[in-house]
């Protein structure tokens, strides 16, 4: 019997997962479990974003979406464009560039900033496979991620 069979047929157990803090930012350089918890696709260790990544925060009323990230000087994701998006609304785009900062500050709407949590996605025209794994597709690298009240 494999490990994974093993894990599978075992008795289940009656704990429940503990539970987690959702907080307003992600800082991918300084992550904890509490803050990879958030993260909930497209981003892998070191903070390196695939064409599509997804993270939860809490928003609580906050008005304004803040990312600073940077490229990854790879010529051929020059020009790649990234739309972000806060639940259903996309807020706005940043161009990658070489290994260029991106620093980024969006308006997030009324009805959204209302929202206890909110999604938020990364979407990206192009992306590169990673030097290390080639089953690994990147577009840039995310520093940090937060919502703020202007």
């Known amino acids: 019997m494999t490990k994974g069979e093993e894990e599978a047929n075992a008795d289940a157990t009656d704990e429940l997962p503990r539970r987690r803090k959702i907080g307003s930012a992600i800082d991918f350089r300084a992550l904890d479990d509490h803050t990879a918890a958030q993260v909930t696709g497209g981003v892998v260790p070191g903070g390196l974003a695939g064409p599509y990544a997804a993270l939860t925060l809490a928003s609580g009323g906050a008005r304004r979406l ?15 464009k990234v739309n972000l998006f806060v639940e259903e609304a996309k807020v706005g785009s940043f161009t990658v560039n070489g290994g260029d900062t991106i620093d980024c500050d969006f308006a997030v709407p009324d009805e959204i900033a209302k929202r206890t949590y909110v999604a938020v996605r990364f979407v990206a025209s192009d992306y590169a496979y990673a030097a290390s794994d080639s089953r690994q597709f990147v577009v840039f690298a995310l520093e940090k991620v937060e919502l703020a009240k202007p």
């Not at 803040?66 to 790649?80: F, I, W």
């Open 66 to 80: 803040r990312v600073h990230s940077h490229g990854l000087k790879r010529v051929e994701l020059d020009r790649t």
